[in-house]
Structure formats: C-alpha cells, structure tokens
C-alpha cells in the first residue's frame, strides 16, 4: 500500500522561511516524479512544483520562480520544498504527490498524479 505523507508546515511571519518534506512507501520512490500543489481555502487546488525522477528537470508556478526549491533525496525517500520570502498568499494546505513523469504540459494537471498525501498547514502571516 502507496503511503505519501507530508511535514514541515507552520506558522511563519512574511518574509520567512519553511522547508516541507514528503516521505513516500509503498513505491519505488526514484521511478517517480514528485510534486508539490497547495490548496487555499475556497480556491482549486493548483501545481506548485514538480521534480522528475533524478532531478533532471523540475517546473514551478510562477509566482513562487525564485523564492521556493523543490529538490529529493532517493536514498531517504524523501521530498522537500524550501520556501523562502513568504507571502500570506502563500497560505495554503500544501500537496505532495507523486506521478509517473513531470512534462511541462501536464505537470499542473491533478490527473497526471496517482498517489497523493494528505496535506501540510503552511500559514503566513502578514
């Protein structure tokens, strides 16, 4: 059975920093690419970032270009998002989930995704 689950979510002031993890079992987690979506409250889900197996291209929303990183370590399992310079628009449940590829076209479609975690509270106050 696929187990995604995501960490790292909290309280931060604008202009500070988070970093989220993503631990995934279940799965050989190297096969798959791997991506972060966030849901704020009455909005749609939306792509974050995504990352492809070894990290040999990732893809990020544009409004986070510059300020978050997405990057994995196969040997833990494991998926991160360093957030940096937050923004209260950056509140949000925060999504990891993991897919068979990431391709510019698709990689912010909810449909290109097979497993999902349950989500992370990240909250930025102004």
């Known amino acids: 059975q696929v187990q995604v689950v995501e960490s790292g979510g909290g309280l931060v002031q604008a202009g500070g920093s988070l970093r989220l993890s993503c631990t995934a079992s279940g799965l050989t987690f190297d096969d798959y690419a791997l991506g972060w979506f966030r849901q704020a409250p009455g909005k749609e889900r939306e792509g974050v970032s995504c990352?492809?197996?070894?990290?040999?291209?990732?893809y990020y929303k544009d409004s986070v270009k510059g300020r978050f990183t997405i990057s994995r370590d196969d040997a833990k399992n494991t998926l991160y998002l360093q957030m940096n310079s937050l923004k209260p628009e950056d509140t949000a449940m925060y999504y990891c989930?993991?897919?068979?590829?990431?391709?510019?076209?698709?990689?912010?479609?909810?449909?290109?995704?097979?497993?999902w975690g349950r989500g992370t509270q990240v909250t930025v106050s102004s």
């Open positions: 989930a993991a897919a068979p590829t990431c391709r510019w076209s698709t990689w912010r479609q909810i449909s290109n995704y097979n497993y």
């Open positions: 990352i492809n197996p070894i990290g040999d291209s990732t």
